[in-house]
């Protein structure tokens, strides 16, 4: 089974060398080159100032907003060599369990009668800039994390890049190898934006389309988002029929916006804004996505993919209760409501944003009602919630609040008076948030 996301990057069908046919465009957009910083020993430009009419390369993009990139020694596609089972063992341990201070829910043993469905698929999934490298191979155009690994000392934690990873655009062949050696019959990958679209026209957004209109923040992205999906689903429908369009967007929104202060072109959005600006255009482009893929692959699945977690009030009061709902609201609930339930965000939510973006419209809420086929969730772990000491009332009239504009507060133990029981056994030192119920699971 093949599971395309289509939302940020990744194509091990080396799918630049079959379309590409952009060596030059013409751009009119608003950055240029002002200043210099240094990261990982090389001098880069700031694109804070701007110009207009540029007449710009896929090089030319890479040496204007990224600079010189790392290659692995490893440069053509390797065809798969059998996959011995003597090496199908698992990896060793990189952290320690290392259980954070407090008592421990007890582990649930496994039950040797478990067992899943004959049809279920067990499946692995893999994004294409965490593991593909080959960063300006074949004309991919630089995306707004290859500008912001390389530029933005800090931005990873170790300052590391994608430029290499796991070198996936190379070792594929092999990678699905493995992959069906160890009995896996589901994978997702994601199509990179960057390599159908090098200039993005048409986190990870092509660069460009992050400077000409802000990526996520304008409206502009639907109409070209709609394009990138198109040619998705035009090239691969007849393989892949399963698709999400947008992968946790959530995470793009509120992780990546605002982008990093100096090294993007300023929109002048209110930073606390962004991230619901950001939610609006994405449910817009997701519907707008799964309608066209719908008609051009009418036998298709088609959904985007929510995250989040399991949240359990901490005590039974009903004001614990609304910080649950509240929590869903403005993390799952932000866009599993409008798609699944009402075509419009929970009430929570537009309370919130009423006063900086206008309501969906009748049409618009109809595009976005439905434009699912199933619900995807990656539920990595789970809290108790509970109401702001203050109240929750208190926290809504007052911006300042650090818990605002949720007004949901979160821990992975109950209170001193319950024992400081966790929630769950913490999985590793190395995911402090990640919490599991049972021992099955890693």
């Known amino acids: ?71 692995a020694n490893t440069t053509t596609t390797i065809e798969a060599t059998p996959v011995p089972s003597s090496s199908l063992i698992p990896p060793p341990f990189i952290g320690s369990y290392g259980f954070p201070p407090g008592r421990q829910v007890p582990l649930v043993t496994k ?11 067990l499946g692995v999934a893999g994004a294409s800039f965490q593991i593909e490298g080959a960063a300006r191979a074949d004309g991919k155009g630089p995306s707004t994390w290859d500008v912001n690994m390389h530029r933005v000392p800090g931005f990873a934690t170790d300052n590391s890049t994608g430029d290499i990873t796991d070198n996936n655009y190379y070792m594929y062949k092999q990678d699905i190898a493995r992959l069906s050696a160890m009995g896996i019959n589901a994978y997702s990958f994601s199509i990179a934006w960057t390599r159908l679209f090098p200039f993005g026209t048409g986190p990870d957004m092509p660069a460009l389309l992050q400077n000409q ?75 707008e996505a799964y309608r066209l893929g719908k008609s051009i692959i009418p036998d298709s699945s088609i959904t985007f993919k929510n995250n989040g977690g399991y949240k359990v009030p901490l005590t039974n009061s009903s004001a614990d209760a609304e910080a649950v709902q509240r929590a869903w609201d403005f993390n799952e609930g932000w866009f599993a409501d409008p798609v699944y339930l009402t075509g419009d965000w929970p009430s929570t939510v537009n309370d919130h944003v ?14 976005i009602l439905g434009s699912a086929d199933f619900f995807a969730h990656d539920a990595y772990t789970a809290q108790f919630y509970m109401a702001p000491d203050a109240g929750i009332e208190s926290c809504v009239a007052n911006a300042s609040n650090p818990l605002y504009p949720s007004c949901a507060n979160s821990s ?31």
């Open 1 to 71: 089974m093949r599971v395309a996301q289509i939302y940020t990057a990744l194509t091990p069908l080396i799918l630049a060398r079959e379309i590409l046919a952009q060596n030059y465009t013409n751009v009119t957009t608003t950055s240029a080159v002002t200043s210099s910083t240094t990261v990982n020993g090389t001098a880069v430009a700031n694109p804070s100032a701007f110009v207009t009419n540029l007449q710009l390369s896929v090089e030319d993009l890479w040496d204007f907003f990224v600079g010189p990139v790392d290659t």
């Open 111 to 121: 039950n040797e009668s478990w067992s899943f469905p004959k049809d279920f698929y």
């Open 354 to 367: 009423s006063s900086f973006l206008p309501p969906f419209t009748s049409q618009q809420k109809q595009l």
């Open 213 to 287: 209109y802000g990526g996520w923040l304008g409206e502009q992205i639907i109409g070209d988002f709609t394009e990138y999906a198109r040619i998705a689903y035009s090239r691969f429908g007849d393989r892949v029929k399963h698709w999400f369009t947008i992968n946790e967007p959530i995470v793009i929104c509120t992780s990546q916006y605002p982008m990093p202060a100096g090294y993007w072109r300023n929109f002048s959005i209110p930073n606390v804004e962004q991230p619901f600006v950001c939610g609006r255009n994405i449910l817009l482009a997701h519907a």
């Open 412 to 442: 992975y133990t109950y209170g001193p008076a319950q024992g400081n029981w966790i929630i769950g056994p913490a999985a590793d030192s190395h995911s402090p948030w990640l919490h599991r119920a049972t021992d099955v699971y890693t």
